[in-house]
């Protein structure tokens, strides 16, 4: 069955840039669109961005624009998720995830990001 | 961006209980709304797309209602493990927002 598995934890200084990745296996990886969601402690689930493989555009939210880059690499069917210029807000758990039609069917593990000095 | 509104925020409910929640858009979104079930540890379960469709693997239990701005997400009959935080999400137009969410918990 298709699977996302995510890179492991995070720990990083303020200012500094996150990469993540997420792998499918399983199943089509440029037929589905990745997305990227987050939830900070205590707070609720936060749309970060996402991107189809097979076109590579991705969309991102207004309030991660340009700072968050999204990619896509075919040849081994994962999704990158970069942000940079890390605050203590970015502190959260970060889950990629695939969208078939009007929903996130299979998600991540998830990592948890921590930004700290 | 189009935003979701939850009510209630949170409620308390017991075993066998039937429970709905109540998800409303800021705008026309037709049926493009999914809801998800989060437990504290584990990553979204997906229970309803389109607005009304079950995702295969999810109890009959649960399902969903409505189309342009207001929807609902019922469970017929509360079991001890449907006790977690529920999201609504659009899927009409970028941003895909999700509304803030409502936690059931036990009487």
């Known amino acids: 069955q298709v699977q996302l598995v995510q890179s492991g934890a995070e720990v990083k200084k303020p200012g500094s840039s996150l990469k993540v990745s997420c792998k499918v296996s399983g199943g089509s990886f440029s037929s589905y669109a990745i997305s990227w969601v987050r939830q900070a402690p205590g707070q609720g689930l936060e749309w970060m961005g996402g991107?189809?493989?097979?076109?590579?555009?991705?969309n991102y939210a207004e309030k991660f624009q340009g700072r968050l880059t999204l990619t896509a690499d075919k040849s081994t069917s994962t999704a990158y998720m970069e942000l940079s210029s890390l605050r203590s807000e970015d502190t959260a758990l970060y889950y990629c995830?695939?969208?078939?039609?009007?929903?996130?069917?299979?998600w991540g593990q998830g990592t948890m990001v921590t930004v700290s000095s | 961006a189009i935003q979701l509104t939850q009510s209630p925020s949170s409620l308390s409910a017991s075993v066998g209980d039937r429970l709905t929640i109540t998800c409303r858009a800021s705008q026309g979104i037709s049926i493009a709304l999914a809801w998800y079930q989060l437990k504290p540890g584990k990553a979204p379960k997906l229970l309803i797309y389109d607005a009304t469709s079950l995702e295969s693997g999810v109890p009959s239990r649960f399902s969903g209602s409505g189309s342009g701005t207001d929807f609902t997400l019922t469970i017929s009959s509360l079991q001890p493990e449907d006790f977690a935080t529920y999201y609504c999400q659009q899927f009409n137009s970028y941003p895909l927002t999700f509304g803030p969410g409502t936690k059931v918990d036990i009487k």
């Open positions: 995830a695939r969208q078939l039609g009007d929903g996130f069917d299979i």
């Open positions: 991107i189809l493989p097979i076109l590579g555009t991705p």
